[in-house]
């Protein structure tokens, strides 16, 4: 397995606030990826307009953008907004859930550096359960099957959960044979179930701590390569030929001055920063409105880049701090199962 490169800092660009998924971990009524102020939202930006702040967030340092949503295939001009975008940044993903993948394969097949399917099991009624849809499974297996065959690099995004732990030897079984004679990279890639207030009870009841995933595939695999990437760490596990990568907010995570006594104090902390639909700019996974920015479209080039910079202070600034998940906990007043 080659060493991971360095990753740089990513704008989280969600261009679509609605899903056409209802799954069980991901906070629909607080706004996924597209939390934003009461009075803002609603709004959404031309594609002129958010290609524009696409373009002060490139100009001030920031090198990685990630297409998101809600579901962001759903928005009709994403791939005029990929094409304009793509030459602004050193690198361009897109996570989706593949159903409407099809209508864009040009377009995603020559911008996009890494394209992210979210397929948390491989038992297609555990999908089914965990989405609230019976076509996910199918939609999430013939969009691999596209990348697979167009040459995209590829990565399975699966959500760790309490209820599909015992089926992750069948999930890395499964990319393992998908691996098998691909010519484009391929990884899978295990991520938190983060915490959020309307997921309180699928939380408590799914949350999986990553240490006791780090054990058990350190035990299996040997040691992991550690890349400490801005806002989290990964552990890269070379699995028979392909790489297996954790992603861990339960041993830290990054935090800047505003996180401390901060009654939302979250699971994932700062981790790059995020673009909703209406040009909401923050670090900050909540609706706070003294947390962030709006980028309207009525903003002077200089007011644009002066907004821009001032949440990126928050990232300049921002320190590792290792009881994090402990201090997340006893803010929302959580207890973590540990069997």
Excluded at 27 to 37: A, D, I, Y
Excluded at 45 to 70: E, H, K, Q, W
């Amino acid at each position: 397995m080659p060493k991971p490169g360095a990753d740089p800092v990513y704008v989280r660009a969600s261009v679509w606030p609605k899903c056409d998924l209802v799954c069980r971990y991901c906070p629909v009524e607080e706004g996924m990826e597209n939390r934003v102020p009461a009075r803002f939202a609603g709004q959404r930006l031309s594609t002129p307009d958010y290609v524009r702040n696409m373009a002060a967030i490139a100009d001030a340092g920031i090198r990685g953008v990630s297409f998101t949503g809600g579901e962001p295939t759903l928005r009709p001009d994403l791939p005029t907004i990929i094409e304009e975008v793509r030459p602004m940044f050193d690198r361009v993903e897109l996570t989706t859930n593949g159903a409407r993948l099809h209508k864009m394969t040009d377009v995603v097949r020559e911008n996009i550096d890494l394209l992210k399917i979210s397929l948390d099991s491989v038992n297609r009624a555990d999908v089914a359960e965990i989405t609230g849809r019976r076509f996910a499974f199918d939609h999430a297996v013939e969009s691999i099957g596209w990348a697979l065959g167009a040459q995209v690099p590829l990565a399975l995004n699966a959500v760790l959960m309490r209820r599909t732990r015992d089926e992750l030897d069948s999930t890395i079984d499964y990319v393992r044979k998908l691996v098998d004679g691909a010519s484009s990279p391929v990884h899978l890639s295990l991520l938190d179930f983060y915490y959020s207030p309307s997921r309180r009870a699928e939380w408590l009841e799914d949350y999986l701590p990553t240490d006791q995933v780090l054990d058990l595939l350190a035990s299996r695999y040997g040691d992991p390569e550690i890349q400490e990437r801005f806002g989290c760490r990964f552990y890269w596990f070379d699995v028979d030929g392909f790489s297996v990568r954790l992603k861990d907010s339960y041993d830290g995570t990054m935090r800047a001055a505003k996180c401390t006594g901060c009654t939302s104090y979250c699971q994932e902390g700062i981790y790059g920063i995020k673009h909703s639909v209406e040009g909401w700019l923050t670090t900050c996974p909540s609706d706070r409105e003294d947390l962030g920015n709006l980028l309207h479209a009525e903003l002077t080039g200089d007011e644009l880049s002066a907004r821009v910079r001032h949440i990126l202070t928050d990232v300049d600034e921002a320190t590792m701090v290792e009881d994090s998940f402990e201090t997340m906990c006893a803010t929302h007043g959580l207890e973590v199962q540990r069997a």
